[in-house]
T-cell receptor, first 114, second 112 residues
């Protein structure tokens, strides 16, 4: 069974632009979670989607948003990019809603904001 | 408040030596417990997990972890470390209906 895939793997943007990241979960998984990983803050939870509904949200500004499609694929959008948004963005999928089952991670999207 | 503590930011061991990475948690109830490993520039790979039952769990790559409820700990161990084990290790806790919480990670260096 294929693992979690994320596209693109690397991205360079400039301040003020917006970006959309994509995540395809493991087949059959209905939960998708997003995390931001930076050297200073570690792994921080952004949000979780289950069956196209946002179920949990972390403490991030409204510039960070997401959605999930009927096939469980998810996208994350960041508007008005700031230098501090440079990070590795990880997506994880799970069979059940947050915490209910093991999360399996994708390879991540490395975003650099100049 | 829920939290996960990995007291050791960085550990260096010699190849062939034993390894123990510490993880302590603070949670309202007995959570699900996980250890993940991350190689540079990569995502997180699940090493092992504990949901219930036997408190000593076996994982991939020869790793094991022991859940100690009285100490709120879930330490990761390996009897003989290989050079390929050099990576960042994350402990995580979760529970149904609640988000995952990750520790800040322990970076492992293996000396030949």
């Amino acid at each position: 069974k294929a693992g979690v895939t994320q596209t693109p793997r690397y991205l360079i943007k400039t301040r003020g632009q917006q970006v959309t990241l994509s995540c395809s979960p493991i087949s059959g998984h209905r939960s998708v979670s997003w995390y931001q990983q930076t050297p200073g803050q570690g792994l921080q939870f952004l949000f979780e989607y289950f069956s196209e509904t946002q179920r949990n949200k972390g403490n991030f500004p409204g510039r960070f948003s997401g959605r999930q499609f009927s096939n469980s694929r998810s996208e994350m959008n960041v508007s008005t990019l700031e230098l501090g948004d440079s990070a590795l963005y990880l997506c994880a999928s799970s069979l059940q809603e947050f915490g209910g089952k093991t999360q399996y991670f994708g390879p991540g999207t490395r975003l650099l904001v100049l | 408040a829920q939290s996960v503590t990995q007291p050791d930011i960085h550990i260096t061991v010699s190849e062939g030596a034993s390894l123990e990475l510490r993880c302590n948690y603070s949670y309202g109830a007995t959570p699900y417990l996980f250890w993940y490993v991350q190689s540079p520039g990569q995502g997180l790979q699940l090493l092992l997990k504990y949901f219930s039952g036997d408190t000593l769990v076996q994982g991939i790559k020869g790793f094991e972890a022991e859940f100690k409820r009285s100490q709120s700990s879930f330490n990761l161990r390996k009897p003989s470390v290989h050079w390929s084990d050099a990576a960042e290790y994350f402990c995580a806790v979760g529970a149904p209906g609640n988000q995952f919480y990750f520790g800040t990670g322990t970076s492992l260096t293996v000396i030949p």
